[in-house]
């Protein structure tokens, strides 16, 4: 996937924006327990599956955008259950410090890499 450049960040792009469109219809159909259970389970066997060195170019795409797609559609319905289960009065608080931890990691992440 690296000879274009461009081409896999538009596809990223159209899986980010279809990851945060889909959700509502999944969200109306099954729960959101469903929905983040399936979402990260086809994600996982997606991604793995990438690992595999007979793929050609336009499968590993068709991979990669699959499991991009699952992954932000898992992503978009986790706030919104994480919020439910707080009590009312921590909702909003409980959201920005769920969303705070969760931006660390990928801040210190290079950090324990590279030292």
């Known amino acids: 996937m ?26 109306h159909q099954s729960g959101r327990r469903c929905s983040v259970a399936v979402s990260s389970t086809v994600s996982g066997v997606l991604l793995l599956s990438l690992l595999s060195p007979s793929l050609g170019s336009k ?25 439910e289960q707080m009590p009312l009065e921590l909702q909003d608080s409980g959201l920005g410090l769920a969303e705070v931890v969760g931006h660390i990691g990928p801040l210190i992440l290079p950090a324990i890499m590279y030292f």
Do not use: Q, R
Not at 2 to 26: K, M, R, T
Not at 64 to 83: A, D, E, G, H, M
């Open 2 to 27: 690296d000879e274009h450049i461009n081409l896999n960040y538009f596809i990223a792009c159209c899986a980010e924006f279809l990851g945060v469109i889909l959700p509502l219809g999944f969200l």
């Open 59 to 83: 499968s590993s795409k068709t991979l990669f955008f699959l499991s991009k797609l699952t992954i932000s559609t898992c992503y978009t319905i986790l706030p919104v259950w994480t919020v």
